[in-house]
């Protein structure tokens, strides 16, 4: 059995920066990683993705140059680095985990993590 434990989160005022956390346990090997987001009453959305070797990424338009996926596979672990975070940045993160290459659909993920909120003030 997989788990996913996300990390970091909180409240911070725009412009701020935040880094979440995303550790896997378990037996699980050769997986993209990626992190969505869910604000209130909006559907959830793709923010970023990475592959197996860190070779690949994807992101979201609106925040790239902002934030930063990465991963360290001694660790099992996901990163998402969050700079000059905006208002329109307070959601729900959850990361996942796929086996397929880094991809923006969320129904190509087979775990997933329980979300950490992020809220950004103006």
């Known amino acids: 059995q997989v788990q996913l434990v996300q990390s970091g989160g909180g409240l911070v005022q725009a412009g701020g920066s935040l880094r979440l956390s995303c550790a896997a346990s378990?037996?699980?090997?050769?997986?993209?990683w990626g992190w969505f987001r869910q604000a209130p009453g909006k559907a959830r959305e793709f923010v970023a993705a990475?592959?197996?070797?860190?070779?690949?990424?994807r992101y979201l338009e609106s925040v790239k140059g902002r934030f930063t996926i990465s991963r360290d596979n001694a660790k099992n672990t996901v990163y998402l680095q969050m700079n000059s975070l905006k208002p329109e940045d307070t959601a729900s993160y959850y990361c996942?985990?796929?086996?397929?290459?880094?991809?923006?659909?969320?129904?190509?993920?087979?775990?997933w993590g329980l979300g950490t909120q992020v809220t950004v003030s103006s």
């Open positions: 990475i592959s197996w070797s860190g070779g690949s990424t």
């Open positions: 996942a985990t796929t086996f397929r290459p880094p991809t923006f659909e969320a129904l190509e993920y087979n775990y």
């Open positions: 378990g037996r699980i090997s050769m997986y993209a």
